[in-house]
């Protein structure tokens, strides 16, 4: 079992960058599949990256493709969401999560992941 908890959330001006981090508990954190997801007020929760075990690979919605970047520290037990270029469309709760499955490939479904973190507010005001 694992546990998650997000922080590095904030309120920043369009334009602006935030670092987001997820720290696990766990002694199987390298086992891990760990994606960031995001929901809006009234809207679904939806994928946003991903990124597989041992960090060789990383998946982005299309949304947020060459403006974020998803990274972790094994040793560290951390993942981390680097947000740069950050539009107002990006305000949203921020959720990370693990999926402990044996698949190799992360997923975009929220569906494949058995652990949650409770959230961290991203404000992007224009």
């Known amino acids: 079992q694992v546990q998650l908890v997000e922080s590095g959330g904030g309120s920043v001006q369009a334009g602006a960058s935030l670092r987001l981090s997820c720290a696990a508990s766990?002694?199987?954190?390298?086992?891990?599949?760990i994606g960031w997801f995001r929901q809006a007020p009234g809207r679904e929760r939806e994928f946003v990256a991903a990124?597989?075990?041992?960090?060789?690979?990383?998946y982005y919605a299309d949304s947020v493709k060459g403006r974020f970047t998803i990274s972790r520290d094994n040793g560290k037990n951390m993942v981390y969401l680097q947000m740069n270029s950050l539009k107002p469309e990006d305000t949203a709760v921020y959720y990370c999560?693990?999926?402990?499955?044996?698949?190799?490939?992360?997923?975009?479904?929220?569906?494949?992941?058995?652990?949650w973190g409770q959230g961290t507010q991203v404000t992007v005001s224009s």
């Open positions: 990124i597989t075990g041992r960090g060789a690979g990383t």
């Open positions: 999560a693990a999926d402990s499955s044996s698949r190799t490939l992360a997923r975009i479904e929220t569906r494949y992941y058995d652990y």
């Open positions: 766990g002694r199987t954190f390298s086992s891990y599949k």
